[in-house]
């Protein structure tokens, strides 16, 4: 694995009220090298009010121990399900809130496009994103047991590809655009009903 001095560093988090997977990844844009990640397991605490908390908890202490400039996260969605959106919503909010407290840069993604930036298919299978994700990070063959690890590993890559086109857009903002407004607005909306379908296990 290449140890990369000099570079960027993102928090990437795969919110869930079961389930919260976390990946820390340091980039130069052109290589990406893992620092940590894995799962911050909820299902054995039964107050969803102290699982925020452990969120919480969870959240801050990588940014303490990484210090990473940006948080990326999977980007809120919306849909019939209000009781599992307000889960979910809970959970991403603890998180963002958490980062914002500490200064990181916050940026969304849906599942969508994290799959596909890594894979090259929107459609890809969690397997897909977890063997390309570690391939990126040159851990081949270090499947982790839980592939909300490695989701939260692929967001974190995700947003260190998307940076690299981000800075050429916001060097060729349109007159009158901001550029984080240039850059945002490229990026793609999502459904909150392809997300439940495709993670049904992270609500209870």
Partial sequence: ???IRKGKTILGIDPGTRLMGHGVVKTDGQHFECKEMGVLDLRKEPDPLRRLELILEEVLRLIEAYAP????????????????????????????????????????YSPREIKQSLTGKGSASKEQVCAMALRLTG?????????????????????????????????????????????KTARKKSSWAEFLSSHPDRIK
């Fill in 139 to 183: 851990m081949q063959g270090e499947a982790p047991k839980h592939l909300d690890a490695t989701d939260a590993l692929a967001a974190a890559i995700c947003h260190g590809i998307h940076s690299r086109f981000d800075d050429l857009r916001e060097k060729a903002a349109p007159e009158g655009l901001s550029p984080l407004s240039a850059a």
């Fill in 1 to 3: 694995m290449q140890e």
């Fill in 69 to 108: 400039q940006y948080l990326s996260i999977e980007s809120p969605f919306y849909g019939k399900n209000v009781q599992a959106l307000l889960k979910l919503g809970r959970a991403q909010g603890v998180a963002i809130a958490a980062s914002l407290s500490k200064g990181l840069e916050v940026h969304e």
